[in-house]
């Protein structure tokens, strides 16, 4: 919803929510507009991730025809594999564009990932997963906000930040803190594609 506020245009904005991705499943997703990029599909199974560094050396363009890094998905369960399968998360030849996947179905008490021995020579965070995720998994109102102030270039409101980390609803004053330029009819379809609950009252940030 942040990203949205600060990049109405969806095709410069980095991350992404679709609760309607399909009739049962909602996705998180993240694009950087270099090649770089990442999705996070929420099911009644479950969680499935995949990213993609495009300068990992596990990408799937190392080998001439394409090929997943050995051991990426092939432990992928049965439940998750309409994801591995999906083409827009794979080449046109439907590999599948990933230097790093995991899941956690909902009866597992941790993530789980394939048996993949990532290099250990040539650069560190090989498959890309730490730096691609780390907002995500920071959690920080304040790991967000400095994210954007160096992706979108501006000053971005920390105590706004907070109040969506917070999940609390959206008001055009909280719109208007974080992007003067945007108004909430302007955020409409994003809002409901989004799912984010609105209010017509006006909140005063504290």
Known sequence: MLDAILSPGWDSRFYSFDSR????????????????EYSIVFSSAGAYARGFDHESP???????????WPGLVDSVPAVFRSCVEEPAFSEPDGTPRATVCFWREQSDVAWRSGDVEVPAEGREDA?????????????????????????????????????????????????????????????AEDIAQIGYAVTDTDVVLD
């Not at 991705?21 to 770089?36: K, L």
């Open 127 to 187: 498959d890309g997963a730490d730096w691609l995720f780390d907002v995500l998994v920071d959690g920080r109102p304040e790991a967000y906000q400095q994210f954007a102030e160096e992706y979108y270039e501006i000053t971005v409101d920390l105590v706004a930040v907070r109040h969506v980390y917070a999940l609390r609803q959206l008001s055009q004053s909280i719109v208007s803190s974080l992007n003067p330029d945007v108004n909430l009819d302007d955020l």
């Open 58 to 68: 596990m990408s799937p363009y190392r080998d001439n025809p394409l090929a997943p």
């Open 21 to 36: 991705w399909s009739p049962t499943e909602e996705m998180a997703s993240m694009r950087d507009g270099c090649g770089n």
